[in-house]
Antibody, heavy 118, light 107 residues
Framework: QVQLKETGPDLVQLTQTLSITCTVS????????VHWVRQPPGKGLEWMGA???????DYNSAFKSRLSISRDTSKSQVFLKMNSLQTDDTAKYFC????????????WGPGTMVTVSS | DIQMTQSPASLSASLGETVTIECRAS??????LAWYQQKPGKSPQLLIY???SLHTGVPSRFSGSGSGTQYSLKINSLQSEDVASYFC?????????FGSGTKLEIK
């Protein structure tokens, strides 16, 4: 069955770099697209960026040049890396699979909560 | 960016009632809209896509409608397991954007 799972640190220091891995199973990264979405505590959802099945990427300009997404198809993993972390980057980070025909998110990982500490 | 204005922010209704949540887009999104349900501590779950198509396995008491800039999610015969937050998402244009959410409680 389709599964996604995020793994990353619980705590990151101010101005440091965040690295999160999304490991998927039940589908191929060369067939489906995987995106990153985050949610600050008690708040709404924010789309961050995409890893397309062909290997291309797209980013929300709100993150300017801080964000990088990459993948290792042999390990079925997608990676998020974001530098210069601030306290308002404290959030739960989700990876989610994009639907095959339309661009809704049909499967999500459970998310990983990251706190940026000063 | 396309702004999604969702209302109400919170909603309290009785079991068996019908509730409606609305999303207004800042421009025409041509039915490129999804609705998600998120229970506390969990990830969002897809309910509706393409504004009115029910995702596999979602109870038929959920329905979506709308066009242009105005969309709504209706829940008929409210059940206790429907207590959750609900979000709309437009995927017509980049960046994908979400509504601010509606928290649904039982009276």
């Amino acid at each position: 069955q389709v599964q996604l799972k995020e793994t990353g640190p619980d705590l990151v220091q101010l101005t440091q770099t965040l690295s999160i891995t999304c490991t998927v199973s039940g589908f191929s990264l060369t067939t489906y697209n995987v995106h990153w979405v985050r949610q600050p505590p008690g708040k709404g959802l924010e789309w961050m960026g995409a890893m397309w099945n062909g290997g291309g990427t797209d980013y929300n300009s709100a993150f300017k040049s801080r964000l990088s997404i990459s993948r290792d198809t042999s390990k079925s993993q997608v990676f998020l890396k974001m530098n210069s972390l601030q306290t308002d980057d404290t959030a739960k980070y989700f990876c989610a699979r994009l639907g095959e025909d339309y661009w809704y998110f049909d499967f999500w990982g459970p998310g990983t909560m990251v706190t940026v500490s000063s | 960016d396309i702004q999604m204005t969702q209302s109400p922010a919170s909603l309290s209704a009785s079991l068996g009632e019908t509730v409606t949540i609305e999303c207004r887009a800042s421009e025409d999104i041509y039915n490129g809209l999804a609705w998600y349900q998120q229970k506390p501590g969990k990830s969002p779950q897809l309910l509706i896509y393409n504004a009115n198509s029910l995702h596999t396995g979602v109870p038929s008491r959920f329905s979506g409608s709308g066009s242009g800039t105005q969309y709504s999610l209706k829940i008929n015969s409210l059940q206790s397991e429907d207590v959750a937050s609900y979000f709309c998402q437009q995927y017509y244009d980049y960046p994908f954007t979400f509504g601010s959410g509606t928290k649904l409680e039982i009276k």
